[in-house]
């Protein structure tokens, strides 16, 4: 028994690492093995999907994970190989059919790369013809499911308007994080925020007496005002006011709604961007944000309308939510904003913390020479790639400013792989201006210590600091 499962995972591994590997590399390194041949029939010999990446794919995953479960390195690559030898006699017979590359077919996809290795492994380990047979059928099975599950679950568009590029690892992560939703496993599957906070991190604040007046510290929320000054800015828009409000989260505390309404009302803008993570949780539904944002966005100011980005909390789901509120999303996209025949560009890309959704190529590809751009990204975590695109101007936030600072070493985490100095407030990369805002709301526990929530007007000036 316990060899049967170790052959299982061997090669369900196996199988599923040229798809693992497309979806990381996408169209490099994809050379297809037949080279665009033709046979006679006038079909080609395997089709576009069987690659080269694909092939070394499978032979060194037999190479790794064989000794890792206990078979002889040769045993590993040799199964690895006749397994994608297995995976290539079914392509053939697949373009024989007249079946198109891609298409499935249940048991030709599969019983040809599960058994041949069985040329190695019968003789090695004395299997009967039975124990193959049951083999295939297992194999055959868990196969056919996982293909099912890629292909008709991950890689499919979950909804007409769905914003983002279909990517398996994002899509994946969605569905943690906005599907799940039964107890105990959304809270399995979501650790860090169910458990993690919600369960040990609150109870251990409570346990110092100090989680009341860490609530009370997140309800004090305050105005920043800050400007950046530009020689390029287009006169037009020299003075213009952008209301960035970041990391909301206004279903996570009683009363902060009602703080950040009170700000926003004496503070008119030209323009709101709103920075990402709408919702407090990371993962359940978004229903009880939704409820809270219907209240706050017809609050808000702003002449040029309402602007928006995704962030690591946020489900594709509340894009269209919140457009039918007057809320336009940037997801990996732009917009140009026109005064007196003059303009600047918004630029916004989607979560590059949890989702891994951002395309900066995408998001800029609009743009003309030689504008004037403001990038925004819920995370400061693209700040070296952002360079390469060279905005005016980067907004970002996740971080909550630290959220719980502890003088004088600073925040206790700031979620974010970007150094320290990036955390809040201004900054500078290469010549390329950034503000990290500290977020309106709270995550993870609903506390702050040493630190405030804020909303934040931004000032462009034109001229030299």
């Not at 609009?366 to 403001?374: A, D, K, N, W």
Request: net charge positive; hydrophobic share 45%; with cysteine.
């Amino acid at each position: 028994m316990v060899l049967f499962i170790r052959l299982l995972i061997l090669l369900w591994l196996v199988n599923f690492a040229p798809s693992f590997l497309a979806q990381i590399f996408e169209s490099k390194w994809n050379s297809p093995i037949d080279g665009g041949y033709l046979l006679l029939d006038g079909r080609p010999l395997f089709g576009r999907h069987k690659t080269i990446r694909g092939l070394l794919a499978g032979i060194i995953t037999g190479g790794l994970i064989g000794p890792a479960l206990g078979f002889p390195l040769w045993l590993g690559l040799g199964a690895g190989l006749l397994s994608m030898l297995g995976d290539l006699l079914s392509s053939f017979l697949k373009r024989r059919f007249s079946f198109t590359s891609g298409d499935a077919v249940p048991g030709l996809d599969q019983i040809p790369e599960g058994l041949l290795p069985f040329v190695l492994f019968t003789p090695y380990y004395s299997l009967s013809a039975g124990y193959v047979l049951l083999f295939g059928a297992v194999f055959g099975f868990g196969a056919y499911f996982g293909s099912v599950f890629l292909n008709g679950v991950l890689l499919r568009k979950p909804f007409e308007s769905y914003p983002r590029r279909i990517r398996a690892l994002t899509r994946f992560r969605e569905l943690i994080s906005c599907k799940i939703t039964a107890s105990p496993f959304r809270h399995i599957l979501n650790f860090e925020d169910a458990i993690y906070y919600h369960l040990f991190m609150k109870s251990v604040f409570k346990a110092l007496h100090i989680y009341e007046r860490g609530q009370k510290n997140a309800l004090v929320i305050e105005k920043l005002e800050v400007s950046f000054h530009f020689s390029d800015l287009p006169p037009a828009f020299d003075g213009y006011k952008v209301l960035f409000l970041s990391d909301l989260h206004l279903d996570g505390l009683d009363g902060l709604t009602e703080e950040v309404i009170r700000i926003i009302r004496q503070t008119p803008a030209d323009m709101c961007i709103l920075g990402g993570d709408f919702r407090m949780r990371t993962y359940g539904p978004f229903a009880a944000a939704l409820c809270q944002l219907r209240i706050l966005l017809p609050e808000i100011r702003a002449k040029d309308g309402i602007l928006g980005v995704l962030g690591n909390h946020d489900c594709p789901e509340i894009v269209d939510s919140l457009k039918d509120l007057g809320v336009s999303f940037l997801v990996n996209d732009s917009l140009v904003v026109e005064r007196a025949g003059q303009c600047i560009w918004i630029v916004g890309v989607d979560d590059c913390h949890y989702f891994k959704a951002h395309d900066l190529e995408s998001a800029f590809g609009g743009l003309p020479l030689q504008t004037f751009s403001i990038l925004v990204s819920h995370s400061n975590e693209v700040y070296k790639e952002a360079l390469n695109y060279r905005p005016n101007l980067f907004l970002c936030g996740h971080t909550h400013g630290g959220q719980i600072l502890i003088p004088p070493f600073g925040p206790i985490f700031t979620h974010s792989k970007a150094p320290r100095r990036f955390c809040h407030g201004k900054w500078d990369y290469e010549g390329m201006p950034g503000y990290t805002s500290g977020g309106a709301g709270v995550s993870g526990v609903p506390v702050r210590f040493n630190s405030k929530g804020e909303v934040t007007v931004v000032t462009l000036r034109r001229g030299r600091a």
